[in-house]
């Protein structure tokens, strides 16, 4: 693991001779000032960032500005002396808040659960302290402990990161879950990323060593797909000529992710089940039961309380999935994480082509955050990217997005006497309160309608005003 430690030189010193500087943990980079911290390569993949929020030579608060806008995504764990430091910290996108005084072992436990994998750095990079004499300087001896899945979200190095407060509050459950066996549904619409959260979760578990494997639910026809996922044995349909190990077998030990479970069959829902209730299944064409040591993480675009109700989907498969449910907003209701996550990706892109592409020019970002993105963060990084391949600009402008058929700005609320509808006040009065709960279920109660129902008008408003602008910030505690 490789993290940045940003916080005066004493402080500095002193957590690293209680232990943070042991190269079996992992390896450090402090830095001491703004000045230190401005000047550090940060797209050299830290795997995290512990900041100390009281560090006297400069403002945490600007440190962390810096920090996100030259690593937007990369996870930052803070040292807090009381609890509205700690709400400040959070507030400015921490991932985690330690109260002091800190135990080191809680701290080093909170790094690892919140770092992202990197790659094995280069034995010729050192990463010291500011007075490497004065204090233990961890020495990059080996690679990190764990290694990225090879799924394509982590290959392209994607990892979330957010600024919104409703999307914090959602990471704060999903990190929550990380570490215990329990199943996960995560709900999103296509390209929010569901892939990606469902990694970073099998990262974050104690699983994190074995396999993480993918099923995608649509793809196959239904044989296919049950032989897919339990495997076979030879003869048992026709192309079936040898004997074949399904994913759950490759995913022993690890986690299974179902990609689109609502897509998923009937005939082979009950043999899910029976996976998540007894650990058991057969594969295609054997009567013998074999056992699963697996951790089951399901996505879907649907919502499965109408599809229980339509008859597609069994009630009881689904609350067995739904032990734990997250959603994956949409970008349209998270602009404020538009333009740091099309700055990562025009990074990328920068370092891919051998260019230096400097950023966005004030009118790209006003566009990006205007357009509504129906294919979410997989749309805006196609488009980034084919700007940054196109442009013959350092800076990318307005002119580089004309693809992009922009939205209109939000129409200013109604005056006093003005004729409007009734339908229109009930859309803004319910993106209000789901701006402000803490979850769809939350605000479903406090509008007194089922959360379906809830779903449906939000489908149907497909509004691209984000409810996260509106939600206040997230508690200080996380675990």
Sequence with gaps: M???LIGDEQ???RLLSLGLGDPEFGLCTAVNSLEELNGQPLDRDFSVALIDWEMRTNSAAEAMALLRRKAPLLPVVAMAANPDAATAARARGAVHCLLKPVDVDELRSALERHAIPVAAPAPAEIAEASDPAAAPAPVETAP????APKDDAAAQGVEFGTRSPVMQRMLEIAWRVAPTPASVLILGENGTGKNVLASAIHRRSERRQAPFVTVHCPCLQEQLLESELFGHVKGSFTGAVSDTHGKVAAAEGGTL?????????LSIQPKLLRLLQERKYERVGETTSRTADIRVIAATNRDLQ?????????EDLFYRLNVVSVEVLPLRERVEDIVPMAEHFLANMSRSLGRSLRGFSQLACETLRNYRWPGNVRELRNAVERAAIL???ETLDVADFSQLAASAPQAPGPRVGEFVSVNSLV?????????????????ARILRIDRSTLYRKRKRWQTATPFAEFAPAAHSQVG
């Design 2 to 4: 490789r993290f940045l």
């Design 391 to 393: 442009t013959d600009r």
């Design 257 to 265: 992710f179902l990609d689109e479970i609502g897509d998923l069959p």
């Design 306 to 314: 109408m599809e229980v109700k339509a008859g597609r989907f069994r």
């Design 144 to 147: 990190a402990k764990r290694s």
């Design 427 to 443: 859309e803004e009065h319910i993106r209000q309160v789901v701006a402000r709960a803490a979850s769809l279920e939350h605000a």
């Design 11 to 13: 402080k500095c010193r």
